[in-house]
Antibody, heavy 120, light 110 residues
Framework: EVQLLESGGGLVQPGGSLRLSCVAS????????MGWVRQAPGKGLEWVSS????????SYADSVKGRFTISRDNSKNTLYLQMNSLRAEDTAVYYC?????????????WGQGALVTVSS | QSALTQPASVSGSPGQSITISCTGTSSDVGGYDYVSWYQQHPGKAPKLMIYEVSNRPSGVPDRFSGSKSGNTASLTISGLQAEDEADYYC??????????FGGGTKLTVL
């Protein structure tokens, strides 16, 4: 059974940093692209970032480019999102996402979400 | 990257059919057969309903179908059931090698 378990969410002040982690199980982690999708309170889904199976290729939404960094450790079956220079508008539930091969084909499994709140 | 355009809400009675549209541009929906659809119930994570325009994952009822014409993709739900009431989102790959979601559509089963 595929499982994605996020951790690392919480309350952070504007300008601060936070690192999200997502531990995956139930599939060959390195064979699949992974990503992060967020949802602000009461709002729709927003794609944040994607990374290829071996971490060679990454991409980011314009709204987070230069502030967020996606990475993965295939030896630990873990996906990361390092978030720096956080802003109030980054407040959201962040979902870890597994691609059907690549994320462009579709996201077939989602984590339960980690809430990030940026506020003073 | 602008969000794809979806109607804010649609409704239908049990047993009826509804269609949700998702309009983009030639740089996303119209340029690639990489459109997916997600169902989200309140407080839950999204669930994949359709991938690559018209493919259904195992376990998704065949009442759900997808299609695309030009820059507009569509999700059709036939034989509406009460449990279909949820938010639905489309998503497309883009020429910038990014993904873009639609704004979401709230489906109400009357």
């Amino acid at each position: 059974e595929v499982q994605l378990l996020e951790s690392g969410g919480g309350l952070v002040q504007p300008g601060g940093s936070l690192r999200l982690s997502c531990v995956a199980s139930g599939f060959t982690f390195s064979s699949y692209a992974m990503g992060w999708v967020r949802q602000a309170p009461g709002k729709g889904l927003e794609w944040v970032s994607s990374i290829s199976g071996y971490g060679v290729s990454t991409s980011y939404a314009d709204s987070v480019k230069g502030r967020f960094t996606i990475s993965r450790d295939n030896s630990k079956n873990t996906l990361y999102l390092q978030m720096n220079s956080l802003r109030a508008e980054d407040t959201a539930v962040y979902y870890c996402a597994k691609g059907i091969g690549g994320l462009k084909y579709g996201i077939d499994y989602w984590g339960q979400g980690a809430l990030v709140t940026v506020s003073s | 990257q602008s969000a794809l355009t979806q109607p804010a809400s649609v409704s239908g009675s049990p047993g009826q059919s509804i269609t949700i549209s998702c309009t983009g541009t030639s740089s996303d929906v119209g340029g690639y057969d990489y459109v997916s659809w997600y169902q989200q119930h309140p407080g839950k994570a999204p669930k994949l309903m359709i991938y690559e325009v018209s493919n259904r994952p195992s376990g998704v009822p065949d009442r759900f179908s997808g299609s695309k014409s030009g820059n507009t993709a569509s999700l059709t739900i036939s034989g509406l059931q009460a449990e279909d009431e949820a938010d639905y989102y489309c998503c497309s790959y883009t020429s910038s090698t990014t993904l873009v979601f639609g704004g979401g559509t709230k489906l109400t089963v009357l």
